[in-house]
């Protein structure tokens, strides 16, 4: 893998896509700067180097223009002091005023662009910004791994202008390694925990799992139309009645494929969507009508306990509830204390997915886990094509 420790930059000047997606409150204060805080390292050994630093990045999902809330210039301060030095800050990403900042640049300092996306073109994937972007630096470092499942100019089309100058940064290649030692382990057994809303969305994720993984565990709203598709009572919980027959299919291919799926057996009802409804544990196959799973039950959970505390290889795909009510998250905070009691004992564990981060760090377990992946789409679009736009741009 061509990463930045294979680099050196030494009189370089290195333009860097990083991830600096960060979520702002009123004031446009900083409230999560975990993405942040993971491009430090990549930055750090440009500098070490005795390179220069140029940062692009995007915020938010502005209209193609400039949007005050969307500006990267909330961030400058911030990243100065992270970084321990003063954040020089261009006003435009691309034009006369980038090139002018990008050109007074020396070895040490580090300079960030304006966001990309208020210049559609980024998004558009358009070559010609691509090709203005890539004159503001000698070598192009992709450290984005969050949006390297999109084909914008910034994270695929620039990397083109490099043919012998690109590499990943830390955050890409440390993703990388961990997704590749999930799909590609000689340890067993494998187990992949899915879980989330829907069944639509992890179809091909599934699918492509199936050839992979010892253990499939499911859990969620999406174990409703598993258990409908087997000719449950499922009362008012969520169902796709249109994928009852793709619930049956996956069912059928893991058998033929050796494959041990685990469903609820179990589960926590809730008379209404709200953390005030009245509650209930039931067996899943005979919800009644009008009240709706919202959790796995106990049952379950010692029966996922005892898959997980025996496996090698976790990655763990969405909660196991709804998990922001405290009335219906035991079941996730379950599964996540079984992930950290089998990690304990020596298996790999990676953390992928909005839901699952957003669960593991609700319960401040990320660092009792192998690795929590900082891209959920990026991550599951990898596991289902086997490649990204992004990585591709660096590796071929």
Same mark, same amino acid.
């Given at each position: 893998?061509?990463?930045?420790?294979?680099?050196?930059?030494?009189?370089?000047?290195?333009?860097?896509?990083?991830?600096?997606?960060?979520?702002?409150?009123?004031?446009?204060?900083?409230?999560?700067?975990?993405?942040?805080?993971? @491009?430090?390292?990549?930055?750090?050994?440009?500098?070490?180097?005795?390179?220069?630093?140029?940062?692009?990045?995007?915020?938010?999902?502005?209209?193609?223009? =400039?949007?005050?809330?969307?500006?990267?210039?909330?961030?400058?301060?911030?990243?100065?002091?992270?970084?321990?030095? =003063?954040?020089?800050?261009?006003?435009?990403?691309?034009?006369?005023?980038?090139?002018?900042?990008?050109?007074?640049?020396?070895?040490?300092?580090?300079?960030?662009?304006?966001?990309?996306?208020?210049?559609?073109?980024?998004? @558009?994937?358009?070559?010609?910004?691509?090709?203005?972007?890539?004159?503001?630096?000698?070598?192009?470092?992709?450290?984005?791994?969050?949006?390297?499942?999109?084909?914008?100019?910034?994270?695929?089309?620039? @990397?083109?202008?490099?043919?012998?100058?690109?590499?990943?940064?830390?955050?890409?290649?440390?993703?990388?390694?961990?997704?590749?030692?999930?799909?590609?382990?000689?340890?067993?057994?494998?187990?992949?925990?899915?879980?989330?809303?829907?069944?639509?969305?992890?179809?091909?994720?599934?699918?492509?799992?199936?050839?992979?993984?010892?253990?499939?565990?499911?859990?969620?709203?999406?174990?409703?139309?598993?258990?409908?598709?087997?000719?449950?009572?499922?009362?008012?919980?969520?169902?796709?009645?249109?994928?009852?027959?793709?619930?049956?299919?996956?069912?059928?291919?893991?058998?033929?494929?050796?494959?041990?799926?685990?469903? =609820?057996?179990?589960?926590?009802?809730?008379?209404?969507?709200?953390?005030?409804?009245?509650?209930?544990?039931?067996?899943?196959?005979?919800?009644?009508?009008?009240?709706?799973?919202?959790?796995?039950?106990?049952?379950?959970?010692?029966?996922?306990?005892?898959?997980?505390?025996?496996?090698?290889?976790?990655?763990?795909?969405?909660?196991?509830?709804?998990?922001?009510?405290?009335?219906?998250?035991?079941?996730?905070?379950?599964?996540?204390?079984?992930?950290?009691?089998?990690?304990?004992?020596?298996?790999?564990?990676?953390?992928?997915?909005?839901?699952?981060?957003?669960?593991?760090?609700?319960?401040?377990?990320?660092?009792?886990?192998?690795?929590?992946?900082?891209?959920?789409?990026?991550?599951?679009?990898?596991?289902?094509?086997?490649?990204?736009?992004?990585?591709?741009?660096?590796?071929?």
């Amino acid at each position: 893998m061509k990463t930045v420790d294979n680099y050196n930059f030494a009189g370089k000047k290195a333009l860097v896509r990083v991830d600096f997606n960060v979520p702002l409150d009123a004031a446009f204060s900083i409230t999560d700067d975990t993405r942040m805080r993971a @491009a430090l390292p990549t930055i750090n050994k440009i500098l070490k180097d005795g390179g220069a630093v140029v940062l692009m990045s995007h915020l938010g999902r502005p209209k193609d223009v =400039p949007e005050e809330k969307y500006s990267l210039k909330h961030i400058v301060a911030h990243l100065s002091d992270l970084l321990g030095l =003063p954040v020089k800050f261009a006003t435009d990403s691309v034009g006369a005023i980038a090139q002018t900042a990008a050109a007074d640049l020396k070895a040490g300092e580090v300079l960030l662009l304006e966001n990309l996306r208020f210049h559609k073109q980024e998004t @558009a994937g358009t070559e010609s910004f691509a090709q203005e972007l890539s004159t503001l630096g000698n070598v192009y470092v992709n450290d984005a791994f969050g949006t390297a499942h999109r084909a914008h100019a910034s994270t695929t089309i620039v @990397a083109k202008f490099f043919p012998n100058d690109k590499v990943f940064g830390y955050v890409m290649a440390n993703e990388l390694a961990s997704i590749n030692k999930v799909l590609n382990s000689k340890e067993r057994p494998v187990t992949a925990i899915m879980g989330g809303a829907k069944v639509s969305g992890k179809i091909l994720i599934i699918e492509n799992l199936l050839d992979k993984i010892d253990n499939l565990i499911i859990g969620g709203g999406m174990a409703y139309t598993f258990i409908k598709a087997l000719h449950g009572k499922v009362g008012s919980s969520l169902v796709e009645e249109d994928k009852l027959a793709i619930a049956l299919k996956i069912l059928k291919e893991g058998k033929e494929k050796g494959v041990n799926i685990y469903i =609820p057996v179990d589960t926590v009802i809730g008379d209404a969507f709200s953390n005030d409804a009245k509650k209930q544990t039931v067996e899943i196959t005979n919800i009644p009508d009008g009240w709706m799973g919202l959790d796995i039950g106990p049952v379950t959970e010692k029966n996922y306990d005892e898959v997980i505390k025996n496996s090698k290889i976790i990655l763990w795909n969405g909660p196991m509830g709804v998990f922001e009510m405290s009335s219906f998250e035991h079941g996730t905070k379950a599964v996540a204390d079984s992930i950290v009691k089998a990690t304990k004992k020596g298996a790999y564990s990676l953390i992928g997915g909005g839901d699952s981060v957003a669960a593991i760090n609700k319960y401040h377990l990320g660092d009792q886990v192998s690795y929590v992946s900082t891209g959920g789409g990026a991550l599951l679009e990898y596991i289902e094509s086997g490649s990204l736009p992004g990585v591709e741009a660096i590796e071929y």
